[in-house]
C-alpha cells in the first residue's frame, strides 16, 4: 500500500507543541519562564472525581505492540503496535519555535521529503542510520529560550477525514528506551493531544535524557515521567496515567540562543528494549559530511556554447543551472552590467544565450556606480541548484550539494571576485546576507581555481548568533554566485568553467 502523504498530520500538532514546548520547565535548564496560559480560562472540562486525569477526546485503543526501531534498518516507520486504519502512526515530525516568534531550526544531513511526502524522514534516515541534524538556536524576539524537536504519533490521525492525532493506551510499554548521540540534554517529553496539553498549561510529564556525543542507550520508565515543578495546577498526571492516553513521544532540544549541536536518534523502543550492541553509536555528523563522490554536476564550459549548467540537482521545473545577474539597485546603488551583445531569446527577455555564445563564456563589464549606498557598489551573476519549486510557486528550492565537494571556476576579472553560497531569500535575510563566502584573486590574463566548501566562511563583520560553515551551507544550497565589488569603476569580467570541486575546470583564458 502507497504511504499517504502525512504532512497534514504532523502540521496539525506543530503549532500547539511548539507554543507548549515553550513553557515547558526542564531540570537542566533553569531559565524557563513558567507558562502564562491559565486553564482555568478555557471551558470548564469535567475530570473525575477518583482522578485528576482527563480523557482525551480521541478513544484510547488499548494494547501495544511497539517493536523497536532501529534506523540502521532504514525504516522510516515506527512500528507503534496502537496504529489504526489510517496507518499514520510512527512516522517522525520536527517542530520549531517560529509560531512563537523564534528563528530556530534543524538543519538536516540532506533534504526531505519522498516521492509521497515532502515531509518525509527516509533520505535522512538513510543517510544517519538514525534521524539526525544539526540544531541552530535563535529566540528571535520570544523572552524565553529557543528550541526545536523531533517526534511521533503513537496512533495517527483519528481518520481520514480527521487529521487530529488520536490517543493511544502505551502502559503496556512500561516506559521507553532510547539509543542516541546529543550535544545537548534532551527533554523528552509525552504528548496528550491538543485539548490536554492546553488545559495542563502544555507541563507534559516529561524526563531528561543527558547529553551523549559518544552515544548510549537509556531505558526511562513511565514511572520516571514528571510533570514540570513549575506547575501548580489541579489537573495531574502521572507518567503512568499519562501513558494511558499517550498521543505521541516529542525529543525537544531547548537552550540558550545561540547554541548549536548536533544529535542523532538511532533506536526507539519499550522499555529494555533497545539493544545497543546492534546499532552503531557514532554515524557521520550532519556537519562533518563524508568525504565527496562524484557528483552529478557537469563541468561547464563556456566555449561549448550552452546556456545551461548540468547542476544534477534539477527538479522538474527544468529552471536549474540558468545563469541570472542581480545589482545593488535594490540598496539605492546604480551599478549595473553592460553586456557585449544584446540578450534574451524567444523565451525569456533577460536570457543569457547570446552573450555565452559570442564571449565563450559569461563575461561582461561590471559598471559600479555607489548611487545613495554608503558602501562600495556590486553586481553579480549565478544560478541556481534545483530551479524553482513547482510551475507556480517560483521560490528556488535548496538542496544538499555536499557531494560536489566545493567548486572549481575559471575565470578573469579586473577585480577581485567573489563567491557565495545563497541559502534563499529567508535564510539570507536571517543572516543578515553575511553568506559564506570564498574570496578569488583578481586576475586579468585568467585563472583557475579550486575551493572546497571548508574555504566558504561568513565575513568577519558578521556578529550573528547563527552561524554557518561552507559544508553547513553545502547541505541547503540555494544557489552560487559570483559577485563584484569594489570602488566606483569599470570591471571587466569572463566566467569561462565552472564545476565540482574534483572537476576538470581547464580552458581558453583569453579576453574576446
Same mark, same amino acid.
Given at each position: 500500500?502507497?504511504?499517504?502523504?502525512?504532512?497534514r498530520?504532523?502540521?496539525? $500538532?506543530?503549532?500547539?507543541?511548539?507554543? /507548549?514546548?515553550?513553557?515547558?520547565?526542564?531540570?537542566?535548564?533553569?531559565?524557563l519562564? %513558567?507558562?502564562?496560559?491559565?486553564?482555568?480560562?478555557?471551558?470548564?472540562? @469535567?475530570?473525575?472525581?477518583s482522578?485528576?486525569?482527563?480523557?482525551?477526546?480521541?478513544?484510547? $485503543?488499548?494494547?501495544?505492540?511497539?517493536?523497536?526501531?532501529?534506523?540502521?534498518? =532504514? *525504516?522510516?516507520?515506527i !512500528?507503534?503496535?496502537?496504529?489504526?486504519?489510517?496507518?499514520?502512526?510512527?512516522?517522525?515530525?520536527?517542530?520549531?519555535?517560529? %509560531?512563537?516568534?523564534?528563528?530556530?531550526?534543524?538543519?538536516?544531513?540532506?533534504?526531505?521529503?519522498?516521492? #509521497?511526502?515532502?515531509?518525509?524522514?527516509?533520505?535522512?534516515?538513510?543517510?544517519?542510520?538514525?534521524?539526525?541534524?544539526? #540544531?541552530?538556536?535563535?529566540?528571535g524576539?520570544?523572552?524565553?529560550?529557543?528550541?526545536?524537536?523531533?517526534?511521533?504519533?503513537?496512533?495517527?490521525?483519528?481518520?481520514?477525514?480527521?487529521?487530529?492525532?488520536?490517543?493511544?493506551?502505551?502502559?503496556?510499554?512500561?516506559?521507553i528506551?532510547?539509543?542516541?548521540? /546529543?550535544?545537548?540534554?534532551?527533554?523528552?517529553?509525552?504528548?496528550?493531544?491538543?485539548?490536554?496539553?492546553?488545559?495542563?498549561?502544555?507541563?507534559?510529564?516529561?524526563?531528561?535524557?543527558?547529553?551523549?556525543?559518544?552515544?548510549?542507550?537509556?531505558?526511562?520508565?513511565w514511572?520516571?515521567?514528571?510533570? %514540570?515543578?513549575?506547575?501548580k495546577?489541579?489537573l495531574?498526571?502521572?507518567g503512568?496515567?499519562a501513558?494511558?492516553q499517550?498521543?505521541?513521544? +516529542?525529543?525537544?532540544? !531547548?537552550?540558550?540562543?545561540?547554541?548549536?549541536?548536533n544529535?542523532?536518534?538511532?533506536?526507539?523502543?519499550?522499555y529494555?528494549?533497545? /539493544?545497543?550492541?546492534?546499532?552503531?553509536v557514532?554515524?557521520?555528523k550532519?556537519?562533518?559530511?563524508?568525504?565527496?563522490?562524484?557528483?552529478?554536476?557537469?563541468?561547464?564550459?563556456?566555449? *561549448?556554447?550552452?546556456? +545551461?549548467i548540468?547542476?544534477?540537482?534539477?527538479?522538474?521545473?527544468?529552471?536549474?543551472g &540558468?545563469w541570472?545577474?542581480?545589482?545593488?539597485d535594490?540598496?539605492?546603488?546604480r551599478?549595473?552590467?553592460v553586456?557585449?551583445?544584446?540578450?534574451?531569446?524567444?523565451?525569456?527577455?533577460?536570457?543569457?544565450?547570446?552573450?555565452?555564445? &559570442?564571449?565563450? =563564456?559569461?563575461?561582461?563589464?561590471?559598471?559600479?556606480?555607489?548611487?545613495?549606498?554608503?558602501?562600495?557598489?556590486?553586481?553579480?551573476?549565478?544560478?541556481?541548484?534545483?530551479?524553482?519549486?513547482s510551475?507556480?510557486?517560483?521560490?528556488?528550492?535548496?538542496?544538499?550539494?555536499?557531494?560536489?565537494?566545493?567548486?572549481?571556476?575559471?575565470?578573469?576579472?579586473d577585480?577581485?571576485?567573489?563567491?557565495?553560497?545563497?541559502?534563499?531569500?529567508?535564510?539570507?535575510?536571517?543572516?543578515?546576507?553575511? !553568506?559564506?563566502t570564498?574570496?578569488?584573486?583578481?586576475?586579468?590574463?585568467g585563472?583557475?581555481?579550486?575551493?572546497?566548501?571548508? *574555504?566558504?566562511?561568513?565575513?568577519?563583520?558578521?556578529?550573528?548568533?547563527? +552561524?554557518?560553515?561552507?559544508e553547513?551551507?553545502?547541505?541547503?544550497l540555494?544557489?552560487?554566485?559570483?559577485?563584484? @565589488?569594489?570602488? @566606483?569603476?569599470? &570591471? #571587466?569580467?569572463? $566566467? @569561462?568553467?565552472?564545476? %565540482? #570541486?574534483?572537476?576538470?575546470?581547464?580552458?581558453p583564458?583569453a579576453?574576446?
Amino acid at each position: 500500500m502507497k504511504r499517504k502523504n502525512h504532512s497534514r498530520n504532523s502540521k496539525s $500538532i506543530i503549532a500547539v507543541a511548539a507554543a /507548549s514546548m515553550a513553557f515547558t520547565a526542564c531540570d537542566y535548564i533553569g531559565t524557563l519562564l %513558567p507558562p502564562d496560559h491559565n486553564p482555568s480560562n478555557d471551558n470548564p472540562i @469535567q475530570v473525575s472525581s477518583s482522578s485528576k486525569t482527563m480523557q482525551s477526546s480521541s478513544a484510547a $485503543i488499548q494494547g501495544s505492540g511497539f517493536e523497536t526501531w532501529y534506523g540502521a534498518n =532504514g *525504516d522510516e516507520q515506527i !512500528q507503534t503496535g496502537l496504529g489504526n486504519d489510517t496507518e499514520t502512526n510512527g512516522y517522525w515530525f520536527d517542530f520549531d519555535d517560529a %509560531p512563537d516568534g523564534g528563528r530556530s531550526m534543524i538543519v538536516w544531513p540532506v533534504s526531505k521529503g519522498n516521492e #509521497y511526502s515532502d515531509d518525509s524522514m527516509q533520505p535522512i534516515i538513510d543517510a544517519c542510520s538514525g534521524l539526525c541534524g544539526s #540544531y541552530i538556536l535563535d529566540k528571535g524576539n520570544m523572552t524565553y529560550n529557543p528550541f526545536v524537536g523531533v517526534g511521533f504519533n503513537l496512533v495517527g490521525e483519528s481518520s481520514v477525514t480527521d487529521p487530529t492525532p488520536a490517543a493511544g493506551d502505551a502502559s503496556s510499554m512500561g516506559g521507553i528506551c532510547v539509543t542516541y548521540t /546529543s550535544d545537548m540534554a534532551i527533554n523528552l517529553q509525552m504528548g496528550l493531544g491538543d485539548v490536554v496539553d492546553a488545559a495542563i498549561g502544555y507541563a507534559f510529564p516529561a524526563a531528561t535524557l543527558p547529553k551523549s556525543t559518544s552515544g548510549i542507550t537509556k531505558n526511562i520508565a513511565w514511572s520516571d515521567f514528571k510533570q %514540570p515543578t513549575w506547575y501548580k495546577g489541579d489537573l495531574k498526571f502521572t507518567g503512568e496515567q499519562a501513558a494511558a492516553q499517550l498521543v505521541n513521544i +516529542k525529543f525537544m532540544f !531547548q537552550g540558550a540562543n545561540g547554541s548549536t549541536g548536533n544529535f542523532n536518534i538511532q533506536a526507539v523502543g519499550p522499555y529494555g528494549g533497545c /539493544s545497543a550492541s546492534t546499532n552503531p553509536v557514532d554515524p557521520p555528523k550532519p556537519v562533518d559530511p563524508p568525504k565527496p563522490t562524484a557528483s552529478g554536476f557537469e563541468t561547464w564550459f563556456g566555449s *561549448d556554447g550552452y546556456p +545551461k549548467i548540468t547542476t544534477g540537482y534539477e527538479n522538474d521545473t527544468e529552471t536549474g543551472g &540558468y545563469w541570472f545577474s542581480f545589482g545593488d539597485d535594490i540598496d539605492g546603488g546604480r551599478s549595473a552590467v553592460v553586456w557585449p551583445v544584446p540578450i534574451g531569446n524567444e523565451y525569456d527577455a533577460s536570457a543569457l544565450d547570446p552573450v555565452i555564445e &559570442y564571449c565563450g =563564456g559569461l563575461c561582461g563589464t561590471a559598471v559600479l556606480d555607489r548611487g545613495t549606498l554608503t558602501y562600495n557598489p556590486f553586481v553579480g551573476v549565478g544560478f541556481n541548484l534545483v530551479g524553482e519549486t513547482s510551475a507556480t510557486d517560483f521560490t528556488p528550492v535548496a538542496t544538499d550539494a555536499s557531494d560536489m565537494g566545493g567548486v572549481c571556476i575559471t575565470y578573469i576579472s579586473d577585480a577581485a571576485p567573489t563567491l557565495q553560497m545563497s541559502l534563499g531569500d529567508e535564510m539570507d535575510a536571517l543572516i543578515q546576507y553575511a !553568506q559564506p563566502t570564498a574570496t578569488l584573486p583578481k586576475s586579468t590574463v585568467g585563472t583557475t581555481k579550486f575551493i572546497p566548501w571548508s *574555504d566558504f566562511k561568513q565575513p568577519a563583520w558578521y556578529k550573528g548568533d547563527i +552561524k554557518f560553515t561552507g559544508e553547513q551551507a553545502a547541505k541547503r544550497l540555494v544557489s552560487l554566485k559570483f559577485l563584484i @565589488q569594489a570602488a @566606483q569603476g569599470n &570591471y #571587466y569580467f569572463n $566566467i @569561462q568553467a565552472i564545476g %565540482p #570541486y574534483d572537476g576538470s575546470c581547464h580552458g581558453p583564458v583569453a579576453s574576446n
